[in-house]
Antibody
């Protein structure tokens, strides 16, 4: 059974940094691209970043480019999101998800999420 | 960027059929995926590639896509279907995933 567990969220001041982690199990982690998505309080879903299985290619939504970095450790079956220069508008629940391609890309398994609050 | 519009809410009586629309410019030329999100929980994929269901998703959930509207249909609605539902496409021009605005389904 696929299982994704996020950690690392918390309260951080504007301009601060935070590193999120996602522990994966139940599938061959290195075979899959992985993504981070977020959901601001009371709002909809937003894709944030994706990394290929071997880490060779990374994509980001424009609003986080230059501030967020996505990485992975396939040996430890872990996904990371390094968030720098955080802003109030980054406040959200952050989900990691497995990113798959059938006819087009979508997200077939999601973790429960970790809350990031950016506030002074 | 590509915009997907959903009605904010849909109400349906138990046993009836709920239809959740997802509007977008010529969305019929794209491939649509649907997610269910219950309060405080992670989203769950319920339909992918317009019409396919992941294993474990009841046949009551079905999808269609044509013209400027994609539709998620929930037949024989149950109380447990009460949730927010989001459509999603991959926008090849911006090369990113795009989600609809979300629809809250209330079972009366």
């Amino acid at each position: 059974e696929v299982h994704l567990v996020e950690s690392g969220g918390g309260l951080v001041q504007p301009g601060g940094s935070l590193r999120l982690s996602c522990a994966a199990s139940g599938f061959t982690f290195s075979d899959y691209s992985m993504s981070w998505l977020r959901q601001a309080p009371g709002k909809g879903l937003e894709w944030v970043a994706t990394i290929e299985g071997d880490g060779s290619e990374k994509k980001f939504v424009d609003s986080v480019k230059g501030r967020f970095t996505i990485s992975r450790d396939n040996a430890k079956k872990s996904l990371f999101l390094q968030m720098n220069s955080l802003r109030a508008e980054d406040t959200a629940v952050y989900f990691c998800a497995r990113y798959v391609l059938t006819r087009t890309f979508h997200f077939d398994y999601w973790g429960q999420g970790t809350l990031v609050t950016v506030s002074s | 960027s590509y915009v997907l519009t959903q009605p904010p809410s849909v109400s349906v009586a138990p046993g009836q059929t709920a239809r959740i629309t997802c509007g977008g410019n010529n969305i019929g030329s794209k491939v649509v995926h649907w997610y269910q999100q219950k309060p405080g929980q992670a989203p769950v994929l319920v339909v992918y590639d317009n019409i396919d269901r992941p294993s474990g998703i009841p046949e009551r959930f079905s999808g269609s896509n044509s013209g400027n509207t994609a539709t998620l249909t929930i037949s024989r609605v149950e109380a447990g279907d009460e949730a927010d539902y989001y459509c999603q496409v991959w926008d090849s021009i911006s090369d990113r995933g795009v989600f609809g605005t979300g629809t809250k389904v209330t079972v009366l």
